[in-house]
């Protein structure tokens, strides 16, 4: 078992550029729910998908946008990149079997915006 | 107020000490998570729990849900353990966690 792998690792992109990041849970996970980090701060709920629909959202702009595929990966993808974009994206996914479930998380994907 | 509130923000041990970092919490929550985090950024998951104590090796987690208040305590701390703990909240069904800002560990020979 992979465990929840995060694409690619690292990132460099220029300020109004759009960036995609991807996320495969781990095997008979359902549900992702992304993260962004800034540095020397905890992560914070970007959103969760589940059934390919978005689920629940956090306090992010609607230049964050997502989705969920059929296997359940899913993408985060950001528009309009902002210098304050810059962090680490993290994903994690859970099962939805049972009322409350434990989240795996991915090594992340630093993206830099120059 | 943060939902969430780690001490203390900064730990420096030396290596065989026993270590305490708390969390409190003001919501209502489905399970509290420990985490913790390397260098580098990946996250691993040291306990999810909701009532009571779990205990993972060198690790202790304990939790009281009336005082809204966990602890993560290391014993014979080694510089292995030097990381970021973070403790995290979930609530409802949707598994949404809210972080605190964790805990960096310092263990030194």
């Known amino acids: 078992d992979a465990g929840v792998t995060q694409s690619p690792t690292h990132l460099i992109k220029t300020r109004g550029q759009q960036v995609t990041l991807r996320c495969s849970p781990k095997?008979?996970?359902?549900?992702v729910s992304w993260y962004q980090q800034a540095l020397g701060q905890g992560p914070q709920f970007i959103f969760q998908?589940?059934?390919?629909?978005?689920?629940q959202r956090g306090n992010f702009p609607d230049r964050f946008s997502g989705h969920q595929f059929p296997n359940y990966s899913s993408e985060l993808n950001v528009n309009a990149l902002l210098l304050g974009d810059s962090a680490l994206y993290l994903c994690?996914?859970?099962?939805?079997?049972?009322?409350?479930?434990?989240?795996?998380f991915g090594p992340g994907t630093r993206l830099t915006v120059l | 107020k943060n939902e969430v509130e780690q001490s203390p923000q900064n730990l420096t041990a030396q290596e065989g000490e026993f270590i305490t970092i708390n969390c409190s919490y003001s919501?209502?929550?489905?399970?509290l998570h420990w985490l913790q985090q390397h260098p580098g950024g990946g996250i691993v998951s040291l306990f999810m729990?909701?009532?009571g104590k779990k205990k993972h090796g060198r690790l202790i987690a304990t939790i009281n849900i009336q005082e809204k208040h966990s602890s993560l305590h290391i014993t014979a701390s080694h510089p292995r353990d030097s990381a970021v703990y973070i403790c995290?909240?979930?609530?409802?069904?949707?598994?949404?966690?809210?972080f605190g800002t964790g805990t960096r560990l310092q263990v030194t020979l």
């Open positions: 998908y589940y059934e390919e629909e978005e689920r």
């Open positions: 994690a996914s859970s099962s939805s079997g049972t009322y409350y479930n434990e989240q795996f």
């Open positions: 729990l909701s009532s």
């Open positions: 095997s008979g996970h359902d549900t």
């Open positions: 919501v209502g929550i489905s399970a």
């Open positions: 995290a909240v979930g609530t409802g069904t949707a598994s949404k966690l809210t």
